[in-house]
């Protein structure tokens, strides 16, 4: 069964970029759904989005994904995944977790730790 850590967050000013990352353990990833969520401060969980590892298949929520800001990608060499965000805002200031077989919240079973980002000045 897979393990999934994540890393990478830290304090960003605004219009900084971030990438964290989502590291594999127990299994390659390789034809498997990670999907990446985030839960800030008092608000429910969300997703952010998902890729398809080993395929062109990435989606990302309809929150994000007319900003154009987020991008999430993978490296099956590494049995990585990742989340790169560029132009931050404080609005993204956030817990970032990732999780398998999962593009919604609801569907994941276990949660990590996540990877704390902040962003302010």
């Known amino acids: 069964q897979v393990q999934l850590v994540e890393s990478g967050g830290g304090l960003v000013q605004p219009g900084g970029s971030l990438t964290l990352s989502c590291a594999a353990s127990g299994s390659t990833l390789d034809g498997d759904t990670i999907g990446w969520f985030r839960q800030a401060p008092g608000k429910e969980r969300e997703g952010v989005g998902c890729?398809?590892?080993?395929?062109?298949?990435?989606?990302?929520t309809a929150s994000v994904r007319g900003q154009g800001r987020f991008t999430i990608s993978a490296d099956t060499a590494k049995n990585m995944v990742y989340l790169q965000i560029n132009d931050m805002k404080p609005e993204d200031t956030a817990n970032y977790y990732c999780a398998p077989n999962a593009c919604d919240p609801s569907a994941v079973h276990y949660w990590g730790q996540g990877t704390r980002v902040t962003v302010s000045s």
């Open positions: 890729i398809t590892v080993g395929s062109d298949s990435i989606y990302y």
